[in-house]
Nanobody, 124 residues
């Protein structure tokens, strides 16, 4: 089992940047694929990015490709989401999640453990 805690959210102006962190505790963080999802008010939770256990493979939603970067530091049991060129439509609660799937994990049901979320608000 792994516990996840996100941090780094906040209010930022459009075109600004934020870096989200996801600190994991528990066992074998390095054995989990990690992902970031987001949920805006009145909308379903949507996939943002995912990274393999080694960090060698990443995949992004088209809406964030080229602007967001997912990474991880297994020595620190932490995953990150660097968000640049933020847009008002990026406003949402951002969640990190851990999956036991080795390959594609693009839907919420692919992830077993979730953090509590951190609010990101982008003003125009």
């Amino acid at each position: 089992q792994v516990q996840l805690v996100e941090s780094g959210g906040g209010l930022v102006q459009a075109e600004g940047s934020l870096r989200l962190s996801c600190a994991a505790s528990g066992r074998s963080f390095s054995s989990y694929r990690m992902g970031w999802f987001r949920q805006a008010p009145g909308k379903e939770r949507e996939f943002v990015a995912t990274i393999s256990w080694s960090g060698g493979s990443t995949y992004y939603a088209d809406s964030v490709k080229g602007r967001f970067t997912i990474s991880r530091d297994n020595a620190k049991n932490t995953a990150y989401l660097q968000m640049n060129s933020l847009k008002p439509e990026d406003t949402a609660v951002y969640y990190c999640a851990a999956s036991t799937k080795a390959l594609s994990a693009l839907t919420p049901s692919d992830y077993r453990y979730w953090g509590q979320g951190t609010q990101v608000t982008v003003s125009s």
